[in-house]
């Protein structure tokens, strides 16, 4: 079991150790004009991103779920679950619609020119194609992971020293920021470090921008420049990039002191004046009018308009691709999680089980890869494999069968595969853990093999953890777009890929219907989470 679980995790961190070696190969002089020219700039652009977005997460995040969590106003348990809605709406589509809507020639700019008579000179508009508007556009989207964290530590935490604080004359705010802020830093932190990945991943947002980051600078590199070696340099430095995220969440979480939790105190919600009241609701409406009210309304209005009537056989047919590679993620995603959560439970005291631990652990961080990372990780070592295949075809079976593995979804497949296991593993391990080891002793004393425990009495008590993992699979498979763009085969497109193209071509009422679909798709787990979240 454990050799098996060492292999396992060398075929899913492949895609590493591809971008590591690759690394050192040769290049042809492309990589000494990246350096030169663009490299500086790369990282500019991509750290400061990351601190726009991640300023901005834990503002919105952080305060919206002190509002929600401590407040009474008008309107609070309903913003209380409108406020994780944007999460579902890929953040690439968002930026499609406000460009559409905040561009020169867009409806927001011709209204104001039309009302005041202005004209082109007579006025400055901010730049929505800009690095700030990147940033904007991405926290809308993703400040909901530091909101749920967030939200949960304070409802959570004992309120004794808060409330002893307030009694002690400080004001609500001072209270708020010099002892619940510190105790709730922990969650502040992973959620803050959630949406900092996904920034570094991002690659939709920034393309459609003109934004040079390490994400579009290797997608370019690779396909604008020719040149492999130059892309896994790229990739290997958003590889340091995302492992020095990492490290500094670990680092400060792990000198981050235990929260007080006391369930044995009711939270006592404050109830402010009514102009307080007027701008807590104000102060959570924003995000979400921002985030999903505008871009999914501005998405229905198109596609109710001209999206019906455009391009319907290819719509369907993306749709069809689509939900076959997420059914084929989903099912493998599964069965791998389940392998490893089984390993991991029946695991013994031993060296090689130690390795077995770290084995895991290795072959579950693939979420925290960039999708750009993971297809130029892997397009090198599975180019080589391909020909070897080719080779050995033709010497022993005189055919040649082209690229098996490159031409065809497989790469696709277990590029994604690598990227949403963590997704399936952290849903079903937890389950499988919680099943008591005397049940399984009990059915072997009365004969039972371990296959038959399995299928008879574990299985049943691990669906509702087998489906969710398998949701949540399935539309993050549907909405990836950088590998999805970087390995699919010739002419195969799902709804992600038609969204960028259509959008791309600035086409945006014919991708409207593609685009709309992701987002209600997308809305599925965040419904399913807001529910267990609200009723624990």
Not at 193 to 218: C, H, K, N, P, Q
Not at 293 to 317: D, H, K, Y
Not at 385 to 393: F, M, Q, T, V, Y
Not at 411 to 421: D, G, H, N, S
């Given at each position: 079991?454990?050799?098996?679980?060492?292999?396992?995790?060398?075929?899913?961190m492949?895609?590493?150790?591809?971008?590591?070696?690759?690394?050192?190969?040769?290049s042809?002089g492309?990589?000494?004009?990246?350096?030169?020219?663009?490299?500086?700039?790369?990282?500019?652009?991509?750290?400061?991103?990351?601190?726009?977005?991640?300023?901005?997460?834990?503002?919105?995040?952080?305060?919206?779920?002190?509002?929600?969590?401590?407040?009474?106003?008008?309107?609070?348990?309903?913003?209380?679950?409108?406020?994780?809605?944007?999460?579902?709406?890929?953040?690439y589509?968002?930026?499609?619609?406000?460009?559409?809507?905040?561009?020169f020639?867009?409806?927001?700019?011709?209204?104001?020119?039309?009302?005041?008579?202005?004209?082109?000179?007579?006025?400055?508009?901010?730049?929505?194609?800009?690095?700030?508007?990147?940033?904007i556009?991405?926290?809308?989207?993703?400040?909901?992971?530091?909101?749920?964290?967030?939200?949960?530590?304070?409802?959570?935490?004992?309120?004794?020293?808060?409330?002893?604080?307030?009694?002690?004359?400080?004001?609500?705010?001072?209270?708020?920021?010099?002892?619940?802020?510190p105790?709730?830093?922990?969650?502040?932190?992973?959620?803050?470090?959630?949406?900092?990945?996904?920034?570094?991943?991002?690659?939709?947002?920034?393309?459609?921008?003109?934004?040079?980051?390490?994400?579009?600078?290797?997608?370019?590199?690779?396909?604008g420049m020719?040149?492999?070696?130059?892309?896994?340099?790229?990739?290997?430095?958003?590889?340091?990039l995302?492992?020095?995220?990492?490290?500094?969440?670990?680092?400060?979480?792990?000198?981050?002191?235990?929260?007080?939790?006391?369930?044995?105190?009711?939270?006592?919600?404050m109830t402010?004046?009514?102009?307080?009241?007027?701008?807590?609701?104000?102060?959570?409406?924003?995000?979400?009018?921002?985030?999903?009210?505008?871009?999914?309304?501005?998405?229905?209005?198109?596609?109710?308009?001209?999206?019906?009537?455009?391009?319907?056989?290819?719509?369907?047919?993306?749709?069809?691709?689509?939900?076959?590679?997420?059914?084929?993620?989903?099912i493998?995603?599964?069965?791998?999680?389940l392998?490893?959560?089984?390993?991991?439970?029946?695991?013994?005291?031993?060296?090689?089980?130690?390795?077995?631990?770290?084995?895991?652990?290795?072959?579950?961080?693939?979420y925290?890869?960039?999708?750009?990372?993971?297809?130029?990780?892997?397009?090198?070592?599975?180019?080589?494999?391909?020909?070897?295949?080719?080779?050995?075809?033709?010497?022993?079976?005189?055919?040649?069968?082209?690229?098996?593995?490159?031409?065809?979804?497989a790469?696709?497949?277990?590029?994604?595969?690598?990227?949403?296991?963590t997704?399936?593993?952290?849903?079903?391990?937890?389950?499988?853990?919680?099943?008591?080891?005397?049940?399984?002793?009990?059915?072997?004393?009365?004969?039972?093999?371990?296959?038959?425990?399995?299928?008879?009495?574990?299985?049943?008590?691990?669906?509702?953890?087998?489906?969710?993992?398998?949701?949540?699979?399935?539309?993050?498979?549907m909405?990836?777009?950088?590998?999805?763009?970087?390995?699919?085969?010739?002419?195969?497109?799902?709804?992600?890929?038609?969204v960028?193209?259509?959008?791309?071509?600035?086409?945006?009422?014919?991708?409207?219907?593609?685009?709309?679909?992701?987002?209600?798709?997308?809305?599925?787990?965040?419904?399913?989470?807001?529910?267990?979240s609200?009723s624990?």
């Open positions: 079991m454990a050799i098996a679980l060492i292999v396992l995790a060398g075929l899913l492949l895609p590493v150790l591809g971008v590591l070696v690759g690394s050192f190969g040769e042809d492309t990589w000494n004009h990246i350096r030169e020219t663009v490299l500086t700039e790369y990282l500019l652009h991509t750290l400061g991103l990351l601190m726009i977005v991640g300023v901005l997460t834990a503002g919105i995040g952080t305060g919206a779920a002190w509002i929600v969590s401590t407040l009474n106003f008008p309107g609070r348990k309903l913003l209380e679950w409108l406020l994780v809605l944007p999460i579902a709406s890929p953040a589509i968002i930026a499609y619609v406000y460009t559409d809507l905040l561009e020639a867009g409806p927001v700019q011709t209204s104001l020119r039309h009302l005041t008579g202005w004209g082109a000179n007579d006025y400055w508009f901010p730049e929505i194609r800009s690095l700030q508007g990147a940033g556009v991405l926290a809308s989207v993703l400040y909901p992971y530091v909101y749920l964290i967030t939200r949960s530590a304070f409802l959570n935490q004992s309120q004794t020293r808060f409330h002893a604080a307030r009694s002690l004359g400080a004001s609500p705010f001072r209270a708020f920021w010099s002892v619940a802020l105790s709730a830093r922990a969650a502040i932190i992973a959620g803050v470090a959630l949406a900092l990945m996904e920034t570094a991943a991002d690659f939709g947002v920034s393309d459609y921008f003109g934004i040079t980051t390490f994400s579009t600078g290797i997608y370019r590199a690779w396909y020719g040149d492999p070696v130059s892309s896994l340099r790229l990739a290997g430095c958003l590889l340091f995302v492992a020095a995220i990492l490290v500094i969440e670990r680092v400060s979480r792990a000198n981050q002191g235990g929260n007080a939790i006391a369930r044995d105190v009711t939270v006592r919600r402010p004046g009514p102009f307080s009241q007027f701008i807590c609701f104000l102060a959570c409406a924003l995000p979400v009018l921002i985030g999903f009210v505008i871009p999914v309304g501005t998405l229905a209005i198109l596609a109710f308009g001209e999206g019906f009537q455009a391009g319907v056989s290819e719509f369907l047919r993306s749709v069809s691709n689509s939900l076959t590679l997420s059914v084929i993620i989903s493998l995603t599964l069965g791998i999680s392998f490893l959560a089984y390993a991991q439970r029946g695991r013994t005291r031993n060296d090689l089980s130690r390795f077995s631990g770290a084995a895991t652990r290795l072959a579950t961080l693939g925290a890869l960039p999708g750009t990372l993971l297809a130029v990780g892997l397009l090198l070592p599975l180019i080589a494999l391909d020909k070897s295949i080719s080779r050995l075809a033709q010497d022993f079976l005189g055919v040649n069968p082209g690229l098996v593995l490159t031409g065809s979804i790469t696709l497949i277990y590029a994604c595969t690598i990227r949403f296991l997704v399936s593993y952290n849903t079903v391990e937890p389950a499988v853990n919680a099943i008591p080891r005397a049940v399984d002793e009990a059915a072997r004393t009365l004969g039972s093999r371990l296959s038959r425990i399995v299928y008879e009495i574990h299985l049943p008590g691990l669906k509702p953890a087998l489906y969710s993992a398998a949701l949540l699979v399935f539309i993050d498979t909405r990836e777009l950088p590998a999805t763009l970087l390995l699919r085969p010739f002419n195969f497109e799902t709804l992600a890929t038609r960028y193209r259509l959008a791309s071509d600035e086409r945006l009422s014919e991708a409207s219907i593609s685009a709309l679909a992701l987002v209600l798709i997308g809305l599925i787990p965040v419904i399913l989470i807001n529910k267990v609200r624990s």
